[in-house]
Nanobody
Framework: QVQLVESGGGLVQAGGSLRLSCAASGRTFSAYSMAWFRQAPGKEREFVAA????????RYADSVKGRFTISRDNAENTVYLQMSSLKPEDTAVYSC??????????????????WGQGTQVTVSS
């Protein structure tokens, strides 16, 4: 079992920045690839960013590429999502997720086994 707790969400103006954190506890954090997903009201959950267990590989949704950066600190059992140049369309509940180490870095939410409770990000225009 892995327990995930997100923090760092809030209200920010368009063009601003936020950094989300996801603290993990339980089994060995470095055994998992990690990802961020988001879900806006009335919309399906969508992939945002993923990072491999070592941090050596990352993937991003086209909508956030160049604006968001995912990183991890295995010593601190934490994954981060640095969000810059935020847009109103980035408004959503952001959740982190963990997937046991595998041969490829997944971007599909149904392949992730553990989820946090989510943190709200609201971007005002």
């Amino acid at each position: 079992q892995v327990q995930l707790v997100e923090s760092g969400g809030g209200l920010v103006q368009a063009g601003g920045s936020l950094r989300l954190s996801c603290a993990a506890s339980g089994r060995t954090f470095s055994a998992y690839s990690m990802a961020w997903f988001r879900q806006a009201p009335g919309k399906e959950r969508e992939f945002v960013a993923a990072i491999s267990w070592s941090g050596g590989s990352t993937r991003y949704a086209d909508s956030v590429k160049g604006r968001f950066t995912i990183s991890r600190d295995n010593a601190e059992n934490t994954v981060y999502l640095q969000m810059s140049s935020l847009k109103p369309e980035d408004t959503a509940v952001y959740s982190c997720a963990a997937r046991p180490r595998s041969l490829y870095l997944s971007t599909s939410w149904h392949e992730f086994d553990y989820w946090g409770q989510g943190t709200q990000v609201t971007v005002s225009s």
